[in-house]
């Protein structure tokens, strides 16, 4: 799927709901996954708050949503930053009456040996991709239970279950207490209506690839798309837009019995034992 050219119709899953997305922007020039997640989110009628700590890419994917004539808002916000991450879903609580929908799309790593991850390193990126989460969670829930509805999700990834053929041995760990973390949130919090599903990527082509993972295939970028391309059954990368239709069922009522649980979107990745070949 592209965002170019005529969109055919879709169903308008979301209508009236309001979303969070923090991680909305892209790294780089093209479609990462929170700003696809964003414009599908839109177009099945759901407003959207696109949050990230680069204030201008997510005012990029607010102003990608409005030239569509779709609702959203855009802010600047460091998951890193306790306060300023709760003073950002509590503001949107009382704007918008409450959140229907957060979305964390979260990730940071260090690739290399693991004995070059120091214990800074290990905090920064445990912080970043598992305390954030939990803050963002406990900050919306509240509300959520008092409605009695609402939708958690959050990106883990492919490393969070196997090797991918390099070192990344902080996000990999972090990214596996994500889908745990959602299981038991999801348990706790299904008597209130909240339900919470975890969406993992396999080897996804966006532009944060060529700034986390190229260095890992000697900066080769061509070399590295192909190794990635042949690792999966499917016989390419997924792209943004593929997590984001995932997304996009996952936060709707069409996955109302769907909660605790977590979706591979990897192209046969995860049923396989084949890895790159760097040598």
């Not at 609702?71 to 600047?76: I, T, Y």
């Not at 704007?95 to 390193?121: M, W």
């Not at 706790?188 to 599903?197: K, T």
Request: aromatic residues 4%; charged residues 20%; neutral net charge.
């Amino acid at each position: 799927m592209t965002p170019a050219g005529t969109v055919p119709a879709r169903p308008r899953d979301l209508e009236g709901l309001t979303a969070v997305v923090l991680g909305a922007g892209s790294i780089g020039a093209g479609w990462g996954i929170g700003k696809a997640v964003c414009l599908l989110f839109a177009r099945a009628g759901a407003h959207v708050v696109a949050a990230d700590r680069d204030l201008a890419s997510a005012e990029e994917t607010r102003d990608l949503i409005r030239r569509e004539d779709g609702s959203a808002q855009a802010v600047g916000v460091d998951v890193a930053d306790d306060a300023g991450l709760a003073a950002c879903l509590t503001a949107v609580i009382a704007e918008r009456g409450g959140i229907d929908i957060l979305y964390f799309n979260v990730g940071i790593g260090k690739a290399g040996p693991s004995t070059e991850t120091s214990p800074a390193d290990w905090r920064r990126i445990s912080d970043a991709n598992l305390t954030a989460l939990h803050l963002a969670a406990m900050t919306v829930v509240p509300s959520m239970r008092a409605r009695h509805r609402g939708v958690i999700l959050a990106t883990a990834s492919i490393a969070g279950l196997r090797d991918v053929g390099y070192p990344h041995l902080a996000y990999g760990a972090t990214k596996a207490a994500v889908i745990q973390y959602l299981r038991l949130l999801a348990v706790e919090n299904a008597p209130y209506g909240i339900r919470a599903n975890t969406i993992v990527p396999g080897l996804i082509d966006t532009p944060r690839i060529e700034k986390t993972v190229a260095g890992a295939y000697a900066g080769d970028l061509e070399r590295m798309k192909a190794l990635r391309a042949s690792q999966c059954p499917l016989g390419r990368m997924g792209n943004a837009f593929d997590v984001a239709e995932a997304a996009l069922f996952l936060a709707s009522d069409r996955a109302a019995y769907v909660t605790g649980t977590e979706l591979l979107i990897d192209g046969g990745l995860a049923a396989t034992a084949r890895g790159p070949s760097l040598g």
